[in-house]
């Protein structure tokens, strides 16, 4: 495709719930991001793939987020027993080469609504 | 620590007129910083970009100024256009992490 693609664009589970959230990257990009942004602020970083491995995951709040891109291309965010505070757009953004002044390409982002 | 600052929320200016939106960072260690543009229901979107090494960078209508001395980034917009209205995100890179601001909120009155 074109750009990064994410789906579902929205979803709405129950408090407790798991949730599992892809991205599609550009073709050949080796590197992916995913952020989480709450209403009025900006991205917030979760974890980092060059290509299959995870190079950084500091950015995961809890045990409760999980990333995987076994194949070095696409990746889901899983999230279990999902809370309220978890409501939030989850962004998937992918590089070419993921070095430091490697532009990011993102998604349109999934909507996440726990109730 | 790692903290990256806006100093207005919003901004409302005419079309045609020229648009300064600023950012104060903490991190004095950081050494890339990028603009981002984005619009309602999409992601961000690179704007342009400027190295620690750098005063200013300017792309299609667009400038950026460092000022490292004070820890302040801004972008200008000139002759602001309908299509410029979004919010505004600086970002800086620490490690392989890019760091956000609040992001500011360009109205642009026609």
């Known amino acids: 495709g074109a750009g990064v693609s994410q789906t579902p664009s929205n979803k709405v589970t129950e408090k407790g719930k798991y949730v599992e959230l892809r991205c599609d990257p550009i073709s050949g990009h080796t590197a992916l991001y995913w952020y989480r942004q709450s209403l009025g602020q900006g991205p917030e970083f979760l974890i980092y793939f060059q290509g299959t491995g995870a190079a950084d995951d500091s950015g995961l709040p809890n045990d409760r987020f999980f990333a995987v891109r076994p194949e070095g291309s696409v990746s889901t965010l899983k999230i279990q027993r999902t809370e309220r505070g978890d409501s939030a757009v989850y962004l998937c953004?992918?590089?070419?080469?993921?070095?430091?002044?490697?532009?990011?390409?993102f998604g349109p982002g999934t909507r996440l609504t726990v109730l | 620590g790692e903290s990256v600052g806006l100093h207005l929320p919003t901004l409302s200016v005419q079309e045609g007129d020229n648009s300064i939106i600023n950012c104060a960072y903490s991190n004095s260690a950081s050494d890339y910083f990028i603009w981002y543009k984005q619009e309602s229901g999409k992601g961000p979107q690179f704007i342009i970009d400027i190295r620690s090494n750098m005063d200013k960078r300017q792309g299609q209508r667009v400038t950026v100024l460092l000022n490292k001395t004070v820890k302040h980034l801004s972008l200008q917009i000139a002759a602001t256009q309908p299509g410029d209205s979004a919010v505004y995100f600086c970002?800086?890179?620490?490690?392989?992490?890019?760091?956000f601001g609040t992001g500011t909120s360009l109205t642009v009155i026609p």
């Open positions: 953004a992918s590089s070419s080469l993921g070095g430091r002044a490697d532009e990011q390409f």
């Open positions: 970002a800086y890179t620490s490690g392989n992490q890019f760091y």
